[in-house]
């Protein structure tokens, strides 16, 4: 019988903000629960620390660079083929509610949504992120909008009184995390009525910035405050790492001092934080809402449900805010929790890309592989005593995704095995200031001391160059040049 698939993503967060990934702070007893019943991935890497390019490499399964989404901002080739369109030619319906982000996502005003290649989507409830967003940039395509419109309900947020960083958002009631969860249950249910096997995409846009969950979400972390942590820094780090590192210290995005690290008190550092845990929180009731329906139906056990994110939030540790072109964990190392229509109830420690997602949901709905996929499928895990899944490393690379750094530009690839951890930083070293990043994630998990320099880690750095090196060959289109003349 084949799958149905949920398929749950979050924006920009952490793995280390559930409770099932260890978090003493947060309530996810949803999450937790689905973690429970199904397989919880330890440790799952996208494959850009950035939206766009991590997005369009999971739906397609294919590397950004291969993708050609390299850089929020730019638009996915119409020839490029997602995983939803390979099921929708296949037979079954596709739905999608809050974001896709694989091409430009604040488009000309004449053009009232992102733009849309042949994806899949039978039904598309869009919206980017909040209303108030996309009233700020003259936006009106946002579905999640005209929806509080045509409700007569104004987007408001107000800035918190006791940090000028952090805002209360909208009522739960309105708020976007819900209506894409209402959107995602209505269409199940219509599924349901007229026999179809499905995929639905719900898209969160939290816990993304602004840092506005409803106001009794965040009065309740506010209560935590004396156990939340502040940012994991060391002021003297910074000066050996990359020079776009120290320039985003100062101002996120390389902007000019937005959500700049040493321009907060301790007590903004932590209302930040607090109010993460409450977007978090407003997250996991949806999903509770999604499992429950699934079981109200009978349709639990013949469904695929996945849980991830597209990339982490760094909330000021390593002395930097929200995300950019770095591979510390807290940026690229995500949560990948998947129930597979039976009770698991254990874990997964290997190390997996979530390039390897769009396979997988080929293979678990019954159909072939598809040819330009460099991913490879993971189902094999759910069988314990037979899974012939394995990779030594994780690769991901940041070809200044996030646009906003000029001089030097921000061009960084990165491999993980496990223990090391090395990015390269490409271009002129006088400008990078240091020539990429070394990090020993056993002695130093928090990836504090850089060892690009340490003589005593030479033949680490040249064996985990020569895996770099290796992993960016072998992220070459697979399919085959199709000339007319040879």
């Known amino acids: 019988m084949r799958k149905n698939i949920l398929w749950i993503c979050a924006d920009q967060l952490r793995f280390d903000y559930l409770g099932c990934y260890g978090d003493k702070i947060v ?16 440790r799952a890497y996208v494959q850009s620390p950035v939206c766009a390019p991590s997005r369009a490499s999971f739906l397609t399964g294919r590397y950004p660079r291969t993708c050609r989404v390299r850089q929020n901002g730019q638009n996915i080739p119409k020839e490029e083929i997602l995983v939803t369109k390979v099921l929708a030619d296949n037979g079954y319906v596709c739905g999608l509610s809050g974001k896709l982000h694989i091409s430009a996502c604040y488009p000309h005003l004449d053009i009232l949504s992102e733009p849309r290649i042949d994806d899949g989507y039978s039904e598309f409830s869009w919206s980017h992120g909040p209303a108030g967003l996309a009233k700020k940039r003259g936006w009106f395509g946002n579905d999640y909008g005209k929806w509080l419109f045509e409700n007569g309900v104004e987007y408001k947020t107000t800035t918190h009184p ?53 106001k009794e979400y965040i009065d309740y972390y506010m ?49 930040i934080r607090a109010a993460y845990y409450g977007m978090v929180e407003l997250i996991d009731k949806q999903v509770g809402r999604l499992m429950d329906e699934l079981e109200s139906i009978g349709e639990l056990e013949n469904t695929m449900v996945i849980f991830t994110s597209d ?54 709905a019954g159909l072939p592989g598809e040819p330009g996929m460099q991913g490879e499928s ?18 991901c690379e940041a070809y200044n995704s996030n646009k906003g750094h000029r001089d030097p530009l921000a061009y960084t690839t990165m491999v993980f095995d496990g223990r090391y951890k090395l990015a390269r930083a490409h271009g002129d070293e006088s400008k990078t200031l240091v020539g990429g990043e070394l990090y ?14 340490d003589k005593d880690y030479i033949e680490i750095k040249c064996k985990m160059l020569e895996k770099l090196c290796d992993r960016m060959a072998w992220t070459a289109d697979p399919l085959p040049v199709r000339s007319a003349v040879f």
Not at 27 to 34: A, E, H, M, S, W
Not at 167 to 195: L, N, V
């Open 27 to 42: 309530r996810t007893p949803n999450i937790d629960r689905l973690s429970d019943i199904g397989m919880i991935f330890k």
């Open 162 to 214: 006791e940090s000028s960083f952090v805002e209360t958002g909208m009522p739960e009631e309105y708020h976007q995390t819900k209506w894409c969860t209402d959107k995602a249950i209505s269409f199940i249910e219509r599924a349901k009525m007229y026999e179809k096997n499905w995929l639905f995409s719900v898209n969160y846009f939290d816990p993304h910035n602004d840092y506005d969950p409803p």
């Open 223 to 271: 209560t935590k405050l004396d156990e939340i942590l502040l940012p994991d820094f060391i002021e003297s780090e910074l000066k050996k790492k990359p020079y776009w590192q120290q320039k985003d210290h100062l101002g996120a995005y390389d902007s000019d001092g937005e959500l700049a690290y040493d321009s907060m008190t301790d007590k903004d550092h932590k209302l």
């Open 311 to 364: 990339h982490g939030e760094m909330l000021g540790d390593n002395g930097i805010y929200l995300k950019g072109p770095y591979f510390y964990e807290q940026c690229i190392h995500v949560p990948l929790i998947i129930y597979n229509g039976e009770s698991a109830n254990h874990s997964y420690d290997g190390l997996i890309e979530l390039v390897d997602i769009a396979p997988t949901i080929i293979e678990a």
């Open 378 to 395: 993971f189902l094999s895990v759910f069988s314990v005593d037979n899974s012939t899944y394995h990779r030594d490393d994780v690769y």
């Open 440 to 453: 020993d994630l056993e002695k130093d998990p928090a990836e504090h001391n850089n060892l690009w320099d």
